[in-house]
């Protein structure tokens, strides 16, 4: 199975900056893509961004322009930084990786979240 390990949220003022991380390991064979996506209270979660292993990039257009996604292969890695944000970008943040794991395939495994707060 894969671990996934999130750092790096917290409570920033608007206009700050913040940056994500989140660390991948178990018994991974092939990461395919590394995301991020967020959901608040009472809606559905969203994409954030996404970055597949040959390198095309997603974003949500709320974010382009002020978040980028980032990986380190070497440490199956994902990072976000997000700067300029905003209230509206208050959510809990949670990492996904899809990935082929050794016996069972590939699957998609997601973190367990860590909170941003930006507050106005």
């Known amino acids: 199975q894969v671990q996934l390990v999130e750092s790096g949220g917290g409570l920033v003022q608007s206009g700050g900056s913040l940056r994500l991380s989140c660390a991948a390991s178990g018994s991974i064979r092939r990461l395919y893509a590394m995301g991020w996506y967020r959901q608040t209270p009472g809606k559905q979660r969203e994409l954030v961004a996404t970055?597949?292993?040959?390198?095309?990039?997603n974003y949500a257009d709320s974010v382009k322009g002020r978040f980028t996604i980032s990986t380190d292969s070497a440490k199956n890695t994902v990072y976000l930084q997000m700067n300029s944000l905003k209230p509206e970008d208050t959510a809990v943040y949670y990492c996904n990786v899809d990935a082929e794991v050794f016996i069972l395939g590939r699957m998609s495994s997601w973190g367990r979240g860590t909170q941003v707060t930006v507050s106005s």
């Open positions: 970055i597949t292993s040959s390198g095309p990039i």
